[in-house]
């Protein structure tokens, strides 16, 4: 059985408690590798190491850390089927998806902060003819990087990125259920001669893991991409030990096709945007709210074109869409879908679990879902189900929809289908959101904020906000 270790001090090492989990193809439900099954002694290795690698990498010229960088960003380009495949197997995501999106995202995360670091600038504030100042920005010191299971690497370079190349060293934790990519990720590291001790990656629960990450007094700032649940432990962690924080949490995203929108184009995205990566996107768009005049052609339209995604093996290139990550998390995808049942909603497609013949036999096959008839306040309408399961909703007016839109504890992002700009420039001042996307969807540009307001997370990454983030800052006046 391969086994994936830690990547500590530069050595690929085995936890200290020599204990293992096992690591599931969701496509096939069988185990078919170990990982670490790390805790506080690791957590605590991977520090000191950090900590002792601090000194210089934080010393180094920012040209060289960027070099570095970049070689990674080759690596990943280079190796880009190998890690695709290993994305997919370990994910159960649609290979072709990990190809296209995933592995070239991981790769341009590395190559797009270690070349903006060298761009990134301090400001400098003079006051008449008394005194100049100008803001030092400095890296913290030992960050940690928390991320989640639905985009491994793409999630876990988004982070350890803009945290290197601002000076930092880092001690991260990927998912325990898809930890492969960020192990083979280590290897890279250390073909592409990053320094021993600036990276290390522990494997591990989140409890276990995850929480020591956290606890630790020597690790003064947390990236954290993962569940509201979690982030909220986090946060109640961190906040009395004052550690800087920046949480991407969950979402309940609102997508809101007016009548006068390009319909087909329309259509067509709310495909991806209700079911690309099974749903499993924090950004997808789960509440679809479509203006009554349109409501019957969207749904036969869109029903028909969601009939039609070819459910299958994920290493089949045809395919669109593959397995769910987890047997829990089916089972709670499941349990939303009874629910809904409960709540009055009628599913106009999907709803049950798939048997595929052959090597997928046991996976984690869901039929992408559509269900209508809920009030826009049920549980369905108003919690995270992250899956593939989407709810069709009718509105009149602006304000009715938007007064839906907002009503969730939820701000991540939201999606509007008009071809009015005045109106589109209206929702998207009015709407709880951090990302407005207006007539597209998962459109990224890398130097833009990126976060969620409400119980979707505080703070921004992207661009220099994450710069920002991840250093500290000294306002130095001068009298003249
Ligand atoms: P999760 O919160 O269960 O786990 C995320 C990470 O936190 C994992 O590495 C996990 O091991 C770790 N963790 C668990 N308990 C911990 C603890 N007590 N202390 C520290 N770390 C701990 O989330 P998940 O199920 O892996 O991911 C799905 C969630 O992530 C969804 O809610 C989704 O919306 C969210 N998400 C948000 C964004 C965003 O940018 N806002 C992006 C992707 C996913």
């Known amino acids: ?89 370990d994910n159960g995501k649609p290979v072709g998806l990990a190809k296209t999106i995933d592995i070239p995202r991981a790769a341009s995360n590395m190559k797009f902060f270690a070349t903006g670091i060298l761009h990134y600038a301090s400001e400098s504030h003079q006051l008449n003819d008394v005194a100049i100042n100008y803001t030092l920005r400095k890296p913290i010191g030992v960050v940690g990087c928390i991320s989640p299971w639905n985009l491994p690497l793409y999630l876990f370079t988004w982070k350890i990125a803009p945290a290197l190349a601002a000076g930092n060293t880092v001690v991260a934790k990927p998912s325990e259920i898809t930890p492969m990519t960020a192990f083979l990720f280590s290897e890279i590291c250390i073909e592409a001669g990053l320094p021993k001790g600036v990276l290390n990656i522990v494997h591990g629960y989140g409890p276990k893991v995850g929480a020591p990450i956290t606890e630790h007094k020597g690790i003064k700032a947390i990236s954290f991409t993962g569940g509201t649940k979690t982030g909220e432990q986090i946060a109640k962690v961190a906040a009395p030990m004052f550690k800087k924080l920046s949480l991407e949490l969950g979402g309940k995203n609102p997508n809101i096709i007016f009548d006068d929108c390009n319909f087909d184009k329309a259509v067509s995205t709310s495909v991806l945007s209700s079911f690309a990566n099974q749903g499993q996107i924090c950004l997808c768009g789960s509440r679809i709210f479509v203006q009554e005049k349109i409501y019957e052609k969207f749904k036969a339209e869109f029903v028909k074109k969601v009939q039609n995604l070819t459910i299958g093996d994920p290493k089949n290139k045809d395919t669109k869409i593959g397995a769910l990550v987890s047997k829990d998390h089916i089972e709670k995808v499941q349990s939303y879908i009874e629910l809904a049942k409960q709540e009055g909603g009628t599913i106009l497609t999907g709803g049950k679990i798939v048997s595929i013949e052959g090597r997928c036999k046991k996976g984690y096959f869901l039929e992408p879902t559509v269900i209508e008839g809920l009030s826009y306040d049920c549980r369905t309408n108003q919690e995270e189900i992250f899956g593939p399961v989407v709810t069709l909703n009718t509105f009149q007016t602006e304000d009715e929809v938007l007064m839906y839109a907002n009503s969730t504890p939820y701000g991540l992002s939201s999606t509007v289908w008009t071809e009015n700009i005045t109106k589109a420039n209206r929702m998207s001042k009015a709407l709880d959101a951090g990302i407005v996307w207006v007539n597209c969807w998962l459109v990224r540009d890398l130097r833009t904020p990126f976060g969620g307001v409400k119980n979707s997370g505080v703070g921004r990454e992207g661009g220099f906000n994450a710069f920002n983030f991840f250093t500290e800052q000294t306002n130095v006046c001068i009298s003249y």
Request: charged content about 30%; aromatic content about 8%; cysteine-free.
């Open 1 to 89: 059985m391969d086994k994936i270790f830690n990547y500590i001090d530069g050595q690929l090492v085995p936890s200290k408690s020599n204990k293992w989990i096992e690591n599931v193809e969701p496509a096939t439900g069988q185990t078919y590798s170990l990982i670490p099954d790390s805790d506080h002694e690791d957590v605590e290795l991977a520090f000191s190491s950090a900590e002792e690698a601090f000194k210089e990498w934080s010393q180094k010229p920012v040209q060289e850390r960027s070099d570095i960088m970049l070689k990674i960003s080759s690596l990943i380009e280079e190796n880009k089927a190998f890690l695709a495949e290993a994305e997919s197997r």
